[in-house]
């Protein structure tokens, strides 16, 4: 077995142990409290909920697989494939709620597998640098800093809407996306021991980023349903973790010149894909019963 079907057998396992993690974590930011709190208290409060924790077990033993993944893989490569947690998500999410999974529901979920499929065969990722300067990470905060931060505050202007689930997740996917990359480089230091890993600059900002992505993430939880903010992580995680691996660290597509056209339109297909999963998954959400 070749390092990319290593790869590709973790990153699947990742995916699944995050769907898992994001469900439980989903039930739990919201139901821990009645109040309308911010993302500091919401996180505070979701420490002391065991349930949260059982998600965050789960969700942590994906970060493992996603880790191992990318020593064997590239960015764009692992970041595709993670895509596929809203496929394992969408069942057990609907057995949570105590609904089945509609047949339009199945039928874009086998159109999203099959483009994730035709971007990581077709597209034919290759590796790049596992870490950069600090000046090139300069450039990269100067760029997605004022974006995220747009994000935040409309999500605060659009409180109680499902607009503010939505701005939330996209926040907390870019982070993760980010996570990825900075894992790449730390993944890439352990191989020279625990004293080499501490000395990576990449590190710190990673448990950073950590932190950051999963409060955010539990406050998009919060604030409307798992189809408003789910695919809204799934979907910016990849985007951004794959344009960082492109632009950071030098990683590139080889679909060849006929391939363009069919890798441009797998990447349309998948986004159209995950919005209508998400429109479904409300459409079910309004008329299912309350789970017992």
């Known amino acids: 077995m070749g390092h990319t079907d290593i790869a590709t057998v973790l990153a699947l396992c990742a995916a699944l142990c995050v769907a898992i993690g994001d469900v ?20 505070v409060r979701l420490l002391k909920d065991w349930r949260w924790w059982l998600g965050s077990l789960v969700a942590g033993a994906g970060f493992g697989f996603q880790a191992a993944a990318l020593g064997f893989g590239s960015v764009l490569l692992v970041q595709a494939l993670m895509v596929t947690s ?7 999410s ?11 529901q199945w039928i874009w979920a086998v159109l999203l597998a099959g483009a994730v499929a035709v971007i990581v065969t077709i597209g034919n990722p290759t590796e790049g640098q596992a870490r950069v300067s600090m000046e090139v990470w300069t450039w990269v905060l100067a760029t997605l800093g ?11 202007v659009l409180a109680g809407k499902p607009a503010a689930a939505v701005l939330l997740g996209l926040v907390s ?3 993760w996306g980010l996570f990825a990359v900075l894992t790449k480089g ?3 230091r352990l191989g020279e021991g625990i004293w080499a890993v501490l000395k990576t600059p990449e590190l710190y900002p990673w448990m950073v980023v950590a932190v950051a992505a999963t409060a955010l993430e539990q406050s998009a939880f919060r604030a409307g349903s798992l189809a408003a903010s789910l695919p ?7 985007m951004v973790g794959s ?12 679909p060849g010149e006929a391939g363009w056209f069919v890798l441009i339109v797998a990447v349309a297909v998948m986004i159209a894909a995950t919005v209508a999963l998400a429109r479904g998954e409300v459409t079910s959400g309004e008329t299912a019963p309350a789970p017992g």
């Open 24 to 43: 439980i974590q989903q039930r739990s930011a919201q139901t821990v409290t009645d109040e309308p709190v911010g993302h500091v208290a919401l996180f």
């Open 86 to 92: 809203l496929l394992f998500a969408l069942p057990i």
């Open 94 to 104: 609907a057995r949570y709620a105590g609904r089945r999974v509609t047949n339009w």
């Open 146 to 156: 004022p974006a995220l931060a747009l994000c935040l505050v409309g999500s605060r």
């Open 173 to 175: 996917g870019s982070l």
């Open 186 to 188: 730390v993944v890439d």
């Open 232 to 238: 809204a992580v799934t979907v910016s995680e990849p």
């Open 243 to 254: 344009v960082l691996g492109v632009f950071v660290l030098g990683e590139t597509f080889r």
